[in-house]
């Protein structure tokens, strides 16, 4: 039985056993979950308060007291489309690739098979780095705000999505003052920890957890610089080995666990990100800014994907499920074949502003 490579269900399962694309704030902040992928072209997305109330004492007789039902929201959303494409012509076939041998035997089929396989592991990276922009700008801005495009330098529409009651107020957005910031001349880490507390606090009365401190790298320059807080890492350091936390975030580039802090009451994992991505304009840019803070915990929130809908060469309409949807598109005319990926993603919290973001912590 003859396999085709090329089949849109078969490229599925290539990308499927591909070794997986390690991205701090999509890995550790909004996992896929049972459920998460939609055969339909919305996905729900649900949201509530948290829970921190207690049950009562009763009088031995008398009928217990019924528990409210937690506030919740449901949304359906549209979620936005990543697609791009890697083309293959004739003339890619005829040339020597990169690494391959000078004198080589290898066929042009051969060569196919192989740019083919490269053109998937490249398209794989190029996906996961937006989900990971994705998921830091859900967390920064409590929502996300991004460009759809109709080709390379046209922009079609600005998809919008926000996760908060603007009449309400912002929950999950703390505003330094400014003789508050931390880099302030005669700024204690007592006055650091009070801070971090406070916006501890203001998650624990919600019935949210604080696990993580999120900080970019010019604040991790300040703590550093900071004797009480260098002492403190350093006390820490056997928590860190036993905890294992260490390893775990040692697989992502840029990410760094500077101690496990306690902050007048609530331990937190400190962690440094100088994680960074080549925008648009050809910049090299931070996934989190150098001068914020975030405080929230892992598992805040879930990544979803709605379903994506090809047509064959017969006029057929299929809808496919799936984290990446490849697809195949031929010009025999010109003796081009091109490798379209597609892919669906929506980031969401699980409850009302499970992260509390702070711009400017210092200057």
Known sequence: MTIDILNSYYMMG??????????FFRDRYFPTEAGDIYAADKVLCEYRDGDHGMAP????????????RQGYEIHDYVPVKIAQSCPLTLDDLKKRGFGEAILTTMTEADRAVRIIMEDIERLERRFSRTEEWLCAQTMINNGFSVNEMLDKDTIGNVATVQYYDALAGNDGLYTFGGSEKWSESGRTFADIAGTVRNICRGLAKRGLPAKDLIVGVNVADVLMNNDDFRKLADKNSGIIVTSGIEAELSKYDGVTLLGVINFNGYRLNVIVVDEQYKAADGTTTNYFPAKSIMVTAPGAGHLMYAHITHIDDAGNYTTITGKRVPDLFVDRKRKTREIILESRPLAAPKNYSPWVYAPNAVA
Do not use: K
């Not at 290539?14 to 991205?23: C, I, K, R």
């Not at 004492?57 to 409210?68: H, K, S, Y």
């Open 14 to 23: 290539l990308w499927e056993g591909l070794s997986p694309v390690n991205t």
């Open 57 to 68: 004492f009763m009088v031995e007789r008398a009928d217990p007291i019924a528990v409210g």
